[in-house]
């Protein structure tokens, strides 16, 4: 598929939509109708409304992933009722938090209330447009879009806060201080991890990391890295072990505890969507994309869609991986978190970006011998 | 700040509230308040026939239900001067060790819960309900089984339940590596749990906090061998002790608990399979209110002039040392009853073991206590 993108896809079909209209109507309108600036912007209506179906599903889904995942290392079933092998409960559980009523403490600000988790939400989904998920099917080459992405990555703490400090709740409170202590303590590294990255790559777009790849993933020689940012991947998406902001035992539900129906949704969802992020962004960075090695059989990687089908297998597995690991750790300390954060991470990532830089300069790797110039 | 954790609360586990003062994320004070879910089980006692009280000992702890019974039983017939038959005793003995097993388990559930686990939560409440088929399958009931009888227990255990039990044993003793593995093999764990909620054996004392808590501090304290009830000084076991008094070794003496369990509820399989013989003294009042008592074993009319007598029973129960205290004035209605939960002291010493820790240190601390708030608040 490589002539067909998703925008191409769109634009076809904006044109062809607006031409049916256009050939009804008379001159003066369908005239305008059929002008490029119309047909471009219905191409980007279309494009965002057919990327904004596709990841709500695929974050739904990733929600069942989750439960069923969990469910089989509990000796359980998960979900089961809804849908075949319980597919549809999660689309069932939003509409019943969907048809709920929206509760909202009397001595709550009704500004920040309603606002902060609005806005972590879009926040979170307009993430989407910024990754590219293959070849084509993404909103723009973007030549900075992956300092764009770890940038509306980091908006999240402040909505958190803002909505736990307006409901007005010690807990929501102290939730919402850890989660933004939490989060900032860990962008640093991410942040470090991520430049070992672009030191290898050479650059920012996330496309040009992507085909950099072909050659060899960068799992490998920046290893230290990778672990850096799974880690600091664990601590924003606020998961098990890293998931004290919303540690139900101490704090109840942290700072969603008076969040109710859609508004309780919109976090949940936001939630698993930063998670789905997290794991796009280490498929991307680390894992090759939707570029398979060489060695992989053609026909494995030349049907229509392989790219799509191979990055969204890679994303489900890091996925998996997070879930294996809340599903057999505990939960560490706020304390314990904040110093693991600045006192082991960042070494380690500032550690991660010196080898970066070493296998820059020597362009040579272990096994795998020496590869042409980087960030050409 | 002043936080209320409780009385609807995730860490408080039973309906009780915990007041917190903190500073930033240190506990600078704390105040346990009881009492939500007082419901006058002593003073009911004083209008029911010896037997009726037996329902509301299921009452009071509702994960250790026949050991209650047992802690009742035991002061009830010293109080009636009625002495059980020795396979009562036995199977007395097998209960409670069966109880201890599923009270723990719970314990576990809840205590990985609260440190974050899912996955042993699960795999726990699942073995404990393996011992829960065990009970239902004697007892007729889960959680609240009216099974002790003053004088003995109700029934026989039915055919083929030593088998059963044993097989559930085998299972329950090879899973406990698993929950081993689980919690002590985690650095997180370790890091959540060492050092914290530190409790000494002078403290213990002086606190009256008794049971697991005060075998973690040192103290080689374990009244089924300092003064053994039932059938206890006929069973081989040894008493679970740990050092260092903080969270971890409450992990470590519960679950050596359970692994004794399992061998005491062996050993009593054993004897209980070579001696038949009745559960039930033979000459009964009939005014216990037995309406379960056997055919042919009716009883005696209450005589004016049935002698008076006072029983008191102290019981290792899964929490701790509980203690009874039944009044005998000759009546049908015993006089007066007084139980002492361990838990209420365990909580109440709160004050002493939570201060200077951190906010995210109290899910962890108290749910090494073993809090059960029916007994607390009786």
Known sequence: MTGATLYSVSAALSALLLGAVASILPAPVSGWLTSADVVTGLAVLIFSAILLVASMINTIMLIWFERKMLGRFMDRRGAMHVGYAGLLQNFADGLKLFRKNTFRPQEADSLGFYAGPTAYMVTSMILFGVLPISTGWSSGALPLSLLLALAIFSFAPLFIFVSAWSSNNKYSLIGGMRSAAQMIAYEVPILLAVVAVVIVSGSFDLNVIVNEQQNYWFWFPLLLALIVFVAGMLAEMERIPFDLPEAEAELVEGWNTEYGGMLFAFFMLADYVRALIGSILVVLLFLGGWTMPSWVPAAATSFPLAGIFWFMIKTYAVFGLFVWIRASLPRVRTDQLLRVGWNRMIPLALLSIVLAAVLVTVRCLPFLGCVPPVGG | ?378
């Open chain 2, 1 to 378: 700040m002043w936080i209320n954790m409780g009385p609807q609360h995730p860490m408080t586990h039973g309906l009780w509230n915990l007041r917190v003062r903190i500073e930033g994320e240190i506990i600078e004070e704390v105040d346990p308040e009881m009492g939500y879910l007082h419901r006058g089980i002593e003073k009911i006692s004083e209008d029911r026939h010896y037997n009726e009280v037996i329902t509301l000992m299921d009452r009071t702890c509702y994960v250790a239900g026949l050991a209650w019974e047992h802690l009742y039983i035991i002061a009830a017939e010293q109080a009636l001067h009625l002495e059980p038959p020795e396979r009562a005793q036995y199977i007395r003995t097998l209960s409670d060790e069966l109880q201890r097993i599923a009270s723990h388990l719970m314990w576990y559930a809840a205590f990985v819960q609260d440190i974050g686990l899912m996955t042993p939560f699960l795999y726990a409440m699942r073995d404990r309900d393996l011992v829960l088929d065990l009970f239902q399958s004697y007892t007729g009931a889960r959680m609240t089984y009216e099974y002790n009888r003053v004088g003995g227990v109700r029934n026989d255990l039915p055919t083929g339940f030593t088998d059963r039990t044993r097989k559930v044993m085998d299972w329950i003793y090879a899973r406990f590596v698993d929950y081993d593995h689980l919690c002590l093999d985690s650095d997180i764990f370790h890091r959540r749990c060492d050092g914290i909620g530190v409790l000494s054996a002078r403290d213990c004392v002086d606190w009256g906090v008794t049971g697991p808590m005060l075998r973690s501090a040192g103290v080689r304290r374990d009244l089924r061998k300092d003064r053994p009830y039932a059938a206890y000084d006929r069973v081989e076991f040894d008493v679970a002790v740990a050092d260092g008094a903080d969270v971890t070794a409450r992990y470590l003496v519960r679950m050596e608990e359970m692994r004794q369990a399992v061998r005491i509820v062996r050993q009593t399989l054993d004897w209980l399979d070579k001696n038949p013989g009745p559960v039930l003294a033979d000459r009964l009042p009939r005014w216990l209110g037995a309406p379960y008592a056997p055919v042919g074993r009716e009883g005696y009319l209450l005589k004016r002039n049935f002698p008076t007598g006072r029983g008191f029973s102290s019981v290792e129960e899964p929490h701790g040392e509980a203690q009874a205290y039944v009044v005998n004035t000759g009546g049908e209605h015993p006089y007066r009853v007084k139980f002492r939960s361990p838990v209420f002291a365990n909580i109440a010493a709160a004050q002493k073991y939570l201060p200077g820790y951190r906010v995210a240190d109290i899910p962890p601390i108290m749910g090494s206590v073993d809090i059960c708030v029916g007994e607390v608040d009786r």
